[in-house]
């Protein structure tokens, strides 16, 4: 092997887009507006503009303020299915006129995030990096992240959008976060060269073999990963000339400011404000791994003030108001902490009191003034850019980036809150077809496993709540509970994943939740108890496996990854998994591992369950379900299997996004309606499915446009 061509090898275990060929202006085909109203289809969901993160956990904020305090920065980005790429666009929004816009740059690559997995460092996820604008301290410039060429580097767009943008930086590595100079005539630059120089010695050792050690897992790579410790290396980037040299420790601080000497090295998050008052947030019980938090306050002469209670739990972020007085704190809280929560904590107060709390998600928040800047979306509201009043809680909406979705008619979202049978704290929402009638029963498909923000497809966003809904389907969008109390209450991390897997704890209490959910949506009289479905990803395919081997509820499932079982599993994800999963009381390959998996495995149950699996997923992790496939063809149970290419866990690439949601809703309405989509082009996929066993009666389908029987 060449050292060059080695050293592609090598680079390709890193996250490099090698993307199907696109054609055409990925921003050249817009939604069209003033349509007449109609439910909402796989497009309208595969299509939706994002600021930030699709989903709707919350992550670093997306929104760049000007000096001014009156224009907000974000890039959005809508998948286009039909080029498989991204308009991606530098908008700067008004806060003084709300809806009014800019742009000021468009175009580049999606941007995928690093994440580190288990002991591998930098693994390629399938979600959006976040892309934080950053005005110029005269309010002239805007820069931001922008990827061409395969190359994440910074770009400056003029604040007027009267010019094209430029490359700023042309380093070797790619930028991974950056900020202005105090005098705004340089860029501080944050890399990473030692990922390659990884690359680099991967190159070398492909010359002699590689060792097969805990720096492989075969599901993502037939390279080695890079583990251990890849510093971040810090960059003065002159903007004048280009030249470069390395951040002196001040200007590191202004990308990366230290924490102040009085707040402790164990808070979790903490803000400072004038006065040398500070405030952060640490754990109520130290020695518990995932102990609740508490919130504290202190003044720069060391006088504290803490709130334990749990009404000041599960706080994320905080600011101080402009003389210090008050500390906002925004939270998850509430039941099963489905809600987010605003606190305002004034000075001479004893406790804070809450400002607001909704079931609405509140994303990327930032308060540049006197407003808190926040994306906000609701079970059937999309996302839009809100500006929030933190005394009142009042808020007026700035920005919405997918006004034509207004026009669509959606499913209505019913909340059920409950315990458990192990005393855990669940919720689930209930989506019914739009212009769902009193007396109407419907076939249910569940998807899962979080059910916050806008119901849009699960997690990975796979499943399409509302285009289900729009073909009839009542859709339970379910929530995995949290940890039962052995768990939450355990000193290390091994402690806590052997309490979730003594006797498959977690597994019976996730089920059980799931269990009453389900009664709960029966009970309302608008769900067809006969006719169920499941659908997962990840943790949600634990799940569907538990389900589907413990319960007899559901007669067809889809899964966005497979499985969790005692063969591939284990092989495929790599040797330090292996160890991983034994820590927490796995079994693999030993004499005893048949009985322990048998509550588990689909392999081991593939004689008794018959239940049509539909499987959709990434070439990067494929090999881990071929045992269930095999077993599933083994006992002539109907199995589909599709393979899709260049993706990692989540997947990113928006034709596969829209195929997804497509076969998902056909999937559920031919084994749970007898419906077929009669179009020529989906012939040889019914072809397949007639002849599964158990499948519809031929006689008894009908196409779905159309309420005639099939010859």
């Not at 800019?102 to 930098?122: P, Q």
């Not at 939450?488 to 897997?501: I, T």
Request: proline fraction near 6%; glycine fraction near 6%; hydrophobic fraction near 40%.
């Amino acid at each position: 092997m060449s050292l060059v061509l080695a050293a592609l090898l090598a680079q390709s275990i890193l996250p490099a887009e090698v993307a199907l060929p696109a054609e055409g202006d990925p921003c050249a085909r817009l939604r069209g507006h003033g349509e007449t109203a109609r439910p909402a289809s796989s497009r309208d969901l595969a299509e939706l503009t994002d600021m930030g993160r699709s989903d709707p956990n919350d992550a670093p904020s997306p929104f760049g303020v000007s000096p001014d305090g009156e224009w907000i920065a974000v890039a959005t980005r809508r998948g286009n299915p039909d080029t498989n790429s991204y308009c991606q666009k530098l908008v700067a929004i008004s806060l003084r006129h709300p809806g009014e816009a800019r742009e000021l740059d468009r175009g580049g690559e999606f941007i995928r995030d690093l994440f580190v997995l288990r002991n591998l460092s930098a693994v390629g996820a399938g979600y959006a990096k976040v892309i934080t604008p950053r005005w110029s301290h005269d309010g002239k410039r805007v820069a931001y992240l922008k990827r061409v060429a395969g190359s994440n580097q910074v770009w400056i767009a003029d604040a007027q959008g009267q010019s094209a943008a430029d490359q700023a930086t042309r380093l070797p590595d790619d930028v991974t976060d950056f900020a202005w100079s105090s005098d705004s005539s340089a860029l501080i630059l944050a890399t990473r060269p030692a990922l390659r120089r990884h690359a680099k010695a991967v190159a070398e050792e492909a010359r002699v073999g590689f060792l097969f050690d805990e720096r492989f897992s075969p599901q993502l790579a037939d390279l080695p990963f890079p583990t251990g410790a890849l510093p971040t290396e810090y960059v003065h980037w002159n903007l004048a000339d280009g030249s470069r040299r390395a951040a002196s420790t001040d200007e590191v601080a202004i990308l990366n400011p230290a924490r102040p000497d009085s707040v402790p090295r164990t808070a979790r998050t903490f803000a400072s404000g004038p006065a040398n008052r500070h405030a952060w947030t640490e754990a109520r019980y130290p020695e518990r791994l995932l102990s609740p938090s508490q919130l504290v306050v202190a003044d720069g002469i060391g006088r504290r003030q803490t709130c334990a209670q749990r009404r000041c739990e599960g706080v994320s972020r905080l600011w101080w108001s402009p003389d210090a007085r008050t500390l906002y704190a925004l939270q998850r809280t509430g039941w099963a902490k489905s809600q987010a929560g605003l606190l305002a904590w004034r000075r001479g107060e004893k406790s804070p009191r809450q400002v607001m709390v909704t079931d609405d998600a509140l994303i990327g928040c930032a308060k540049p003034a006197r407003e808190i800047i926040c994306a906000r979306e609701g079970a059937t509201q999309t996302r839009r850019l809100v500006a929030i009043d933190p005394e009142t809680g009042r808020e007026r909406l700035i920005f919405d980036p997918n006004p034509e979705f207004g026009q669509l008619h959606l499913g209505r979202a019913q909340r059920f809150r409950f315990r458990n049978d192990f005393g855990v704290e669940s919720y689930a929402d209930l989506v019914l077809p739009p212009g769902h009638r009193n007396g109407e029963r419907h076939p249910l498909v569940v998807v899962q496993y979080i059910s916050d923000g806008f119901l849009r497809g699960g997690t990975d966003d796979e499943f399409p709540i509302q285009a289900l809904a729009a073909k009839g389907f009542a859709v339970l969008s379910f929530s995995r509970p949290d940890f039962v109390a052995a768990a939450l209450n355990a000193a290390s991390d091994v402690a806590m994943r052997q309490a979730n897997r003594e006797n498959w704890t977690d597994r019976r209490s996730v089920q059980s939740s799931l269990e009453i959910a389900l009664r709960h949506a029966v009970a309302t009289g608008a769900v067809d108890p006969a006719r169920m479905g499941i659908s997962g990803f990840s943790d949600g395919t634990s799940t569907v496996q538990w389900a589907l081997i413990n319960s007899s509820l559901f007669k067809v499932a889809a899964l966005g990854a497979c499985c969790e079982d005692l063969n591939a599993y284990p092989l495929m994800a790599g040797p330090a998994f292996e160890q991983f999963g034994r820590e927490m009381g796995y079994r693999f390959f030993e004499e005893d591992a048949a009985a322990f998996w048998k509550p588990m495995s689909l392999v081991l149950n593939a004689d008794r369950i018959a239940t049509p699996l539909l499987i959709q997923t990434g070439d990067s992790e494929y090999t881990i379900g071929l045992d269930v496939v095999a077993a599933w063809r083994r006992h002539n149970n109907p199995v589909e299997l599709y393979v899709l290419n260049d993706e990692p866990h989540f997947k990113w690439q928006p034709s596969h996004r829209l195929a997804m949601y497509e076969r998902s809703v056909e999937w559920f309405q031919f084994w749970l309606m007898g419906r077929m989509n009669c179009a020529p082009s989906k012939a040889a996929q019914y072809a397949r499915w007639k002849i599964m066993k158990g499948a519809p009666d031929p006689a008894e389908l009908t196409c779905e446009t159309s309420a005639s029987r099939l010859p």
